[in-house]
C-alpha cells in the first residue's frame, strides 16, 4: 500500500513538472563563446559565501573574488546552528572557527580531490567589504575572511574595504537607489556619498577595477541586453530542491554578441533574490554598466526561499532565499560536488559553448 501510494505521488508531480514546463516562458540559456578560463564572482551576505566557495572550489578557473559581509571558506562547517552565530554574529560562547581548523579542512578537501589545489589562490585577486553600520555580520567575520586569503594568497592582491558607512546592504551608483547609506532593508542596495565625493560610491565598479585590472570609462548607458533565462536544466529539472528559482537573469554586452567576451558570476544576498525583489539586484546593483566597458558577460544565478515541505520534495529550509552556505543542500555543499555550485558551474559552462 505504501508503495502504491510512492508512486501515486510520484506521478503527481512528474505532472506538475510537466504541465509547469508548458507554461514557463524563461528561453533556453545561450552559448556565447565566453573564456571561461578566467572567471571572476562575487556576492553580499549568503552570496559572498557562496562567491567564497565557489572560488575555492574552482580555483583553477575562477581568478578572483569580490565580497561584501561574508566570511571565510567553511566557516559553518555544514551547521545552521554555527552559521547563523559563529559566522555571523560570534560571542564568548559561540566564537569563530580558528584559523588553524579552516586550513586543515581546506587541506583534507584539497587532497580528496573535491576542491581545486589551493595553490591556484596564489595570483587570485581578492576584493573585500564591509560597510561600518553593518549589524548582521560581525567585523570579525570580514577579517577572518581577509586572514584566511591571506594565507593562500599574494597579499598585494587583497584589498579589504571598511570605512564606508554603509549597513548590511551593496553600496550602488545607479540612480534608481535612493535607500540611505547606513540602512539595512530590501533590496539591500543602497547609496552612500562620503562629504567631499561627487558621486555615489560604486561597489561593483570597486570590485570589477581591482578584480580585472584598471577601469575603463563605464558606459554612459547600458548597451546590452538582461535576458532571463531557464534555470531547470542545471538542477535536473526541480530547481526548488535545491533552493533555485526557475528563473535566472545574465547580462550580455551588445558587443558579446560577436566578440569573445569574459564571465563574472554575481550571487545576490539573502531576501535578495527575483521572487522577494523583482528585478533590483540584477539591474540596479551597478554591474551592468561596467560589463559594458569589461566586455564582460554578469550571470546572475537566482535562489528561491524554501519553507520546509514542498509537496514530491525533500525537506528543506531556507526561508530567506539564501545561498546554501551552511549545509541545506547536502554535506558536499562547499565543493565542487555542492548541488548549487555545479548547477552554478553548468550554467558557465553552456555561456562559454559556441554561439
Known amino acids: 500500500m505504501a508503495q502504491m501510494v510512492g508512486r501515486i505521488r510520484y506521478a503527481l508531480f512528474a505532472l ?24 571572476t564572482v562575487s556576492g553580499l551576505s549568503s552570496g559572498g559565501y557562496m562567491a567564497v566557495q565557489f572560488h ?6 575562477v581568478k578572483g573574488a569580490g565580497v561584501l559581509a561574508g566570511g571565510p571558506y567553511y ?3 555544514g551547521r545552521l546552528w554555527t552559521a547563523y552565530y559563529n559566522c555571523m554574529t560570534p560571542g564568548v560562547l559561540t566564537p569563530l572557527p580558528s584559523q ?12 580528496a580531490g573535491r576542491i581545486d589545489p589551493v595553490r591556484n589562490l596564489a595570483a587570485a585577486k581578492v576584493w573585500i567589504f564591509r560597510g561600518t553600520h553593518d549589524e548582521t555580520v560581525a567585523p570579525e567575520v570580514v577579517a577572518a575572511l581577509a586572514g584566511y586569503y591571506r594565507r593562500y594568497t599574494d597579499p598585494a592582491n587583497l584589498v579589504l574595504v571598511q570605512d564606508r558607512p554603509a549597513g548590511h546592504a551593496m553600496p550602488s551608483a545607479d540612480p534608481d537607489i535612493t535607500h540611505a547609506c547606513e540602512t539595512t532593508e530590501p533590496p539591500y542596495l543602497n547609496r552612500c556619498i562620503d562629504k567631499g565625493a561627487r558621486a555615489p560610491y560604486d561597489a561593483a565598479g570597486a570590485l570589477l577595477a581591482h578584480l580585472l585590472g584598471a577601469a575603463p570609462p563605464a558606459a554612459p548607458a547600458e548597451t546590452g541586453m538582461l535576458k532571463e533565462f531557464d534555470q531547470r536544466e542545471f538542477a535536473s529539472g526541480a ?3 535545491l533552493s533555485l528559482a526557475d528563473t535566472g537573469y545574465v547580462y550580455v554586452p551588445a558587443a558579446c554578441a560577436a566578440q569573445r567576451c569574459r564571465v563574472h ?15 533590483a539586484f540584477v539591474r540596479d546593483a551597478g554591474y551592468n554598466r561596467w560589463a559594458d566597458a569589461y566586455r564582460l558577460i554578469v550571470l546572475y544565478p537566482q535562489t528561491v526561499a524554501r519553507g520546509g515541505w514542498t509537496f514530491g520534495e525533500d525537506f528543506l529550509y531556507n526561508p530567506r532565499g539564501c545561498w546554501d552556505w551552511w549545509g541545506y543542500t547536502g554535506p ?3 565543493t565542487k560536488a555542492g548541488p548549487q555550485i555545479r548547477a552554478v558551474k553548468a550554467m558557465v559552462e553552456r555561456l562559454g559553448r559556441p554561439r
Do not use: I, N
Not at 506538475?16 to 572567471?39: C, E, F, M, Q, T
Not at 575555492?56 to 578557473?61: D, Y
Not at 558570476?265 to 528585478?279: E, L
Open 16 to 39: 506538475l513538472l510537466a504541465l509547469a514546463g508548458l507554461v514557463h516562458s524563461a528561453a533556453r540559456l545561450a552559448g556565447y563563446d565566453a573564456d571561461v578560463s578566467a572567471l
Open 56 to 61: 575555492v572550489a574552482h580555483s583553477a578557473s
Open 75 to 77: 566557516c559553518a562547517a
Open 100 to 111: 588553524a581548523r579552516l586550513e586543515l579542512a581546506t587541506a583534507w578537501l584539497e587532497q
Open 239 to 241: 530547481p526548488s530542491a
Open 265 to 279: 558570476v554575481a550571487f545576490h544576498g539573502c531576501r535578495q533574490y527575483a521572487g522577494a525583489v523583482g528585478t
Open 332 to 334: 558536499d555543499y562547499h
